[in-house]
């Protein structure tokens, strides 16, 4: 039997609370994890390291990355100034994971992007991002406030490696405020009702794939379930 492939997931580093305890924390919702072991993929968390050399030894040990949700992304790394709804961004976050992303490209890993992270394989192509989406689209469905999820209707692009997986149309979560504007060297491959980009995929032939939705939450198996098959494939032909 083959072993089960190795998915890193990117993380937060942020002040929580447990037990007796009230401290910065490296954490991440466990549906993601789960979403990857039910897929038959090992899960290992992966939070920001400062270490130059750590993002290539990382992706030589891994088979596939999956660059989670979180934080806005800080504006400077494209090229813009904060919108007044811009906050929070984590500076450390944005260098690891860029880190990542060059690191993954360097050696052809499956890569999957979700919310925050296909916001950043944007960036990270070059691309630009829409600071605040309800200025677009005038209405907040995408992120409704607080810890709840926007339900969004959103059809696939034919033929694409998504409309594969998922089907050609489908109702997702949505918890984002900001979304991809300009996107090189990807194609879109499913839009929002209102228009708002919420799909892209790496026009080469690496497993290269991002989401602005949380299909974690909904236990949606089929983006996991395609990651996993890919980080499988990139093993067996000797990825690490």
């Known amino acids: 039997m083959d072993e089960a492939p190795v998915v890193g997931l990117t993380t937060y580093r942020e002040v929580a609370a447990w037990g007796v305890w009230n401290a910065r924390a490296d954490l991440l919702p466990t549906e993601y994890a789960a979403a990857v072991e039910a897929a038959g993929g090992v899960p ?6 400062a270490l130059a050399s750590a993002a290539t030894r990382v992706v030589g040990r891994i088979d596939a990355l999956m660059v989670c949700g979180g934080a806005d992304i800080d504006p400077g790394r494209y090229g813009a100034e ?26 052809g890993l499956p890569v999957l992007g979700i919310c925050r992270g296909m916001q950043l394989m944007a960036v990270h192509a070059g691309g630009s991002l829409d600071q605040h989406t309800p200025d677009l689209v ?11 999820y926007g339900e969004v209707d959103v059809r696939t692009e034919p033929g694409s490696r998504l409309a594969a997986l998922i089907g050609e149309r489908t109702t997702v979560s949505c918890h984002h405020h900001q979304s991809v504007a300009t ?7 499913a ?3 209102d228009g708002t ?8 032939d690496r497993w290269s794939l991002a989401v602005q939705w949380h299909p ?10 395609g990651l996993v098959a890919a980080a499988r494939e990139h093993a067996a032909r000797g990825g690490r």
């Open 216 to 225: 974690e939450t909904r236990v949606e198996i089929g983006l996991t379930a």
């Open 138 to 148: 005038g209405q907040d469905t995408h992120s409704p406030g607080g810890d709840a």
């Open 44 to 49: 290992v968390l992966l939070p920001p390291v």
């Open 183 to 189: 996107h090189p060297g990807f194609t879109p491959v």
């Open 82 to 107: 904060p919108h007044a709804r811009t906050a929070g961004w984590r500076p450390d976050r944005d260098a690891w994971e860029l880190a990542l992303l060059d690191a993954a490209e360097e050696a």
């Open 197 to 204: 980009l919420e799909a892209m995929e790496g026009t080469g």
């Open 191 to 193: 839009r929002a009702v």
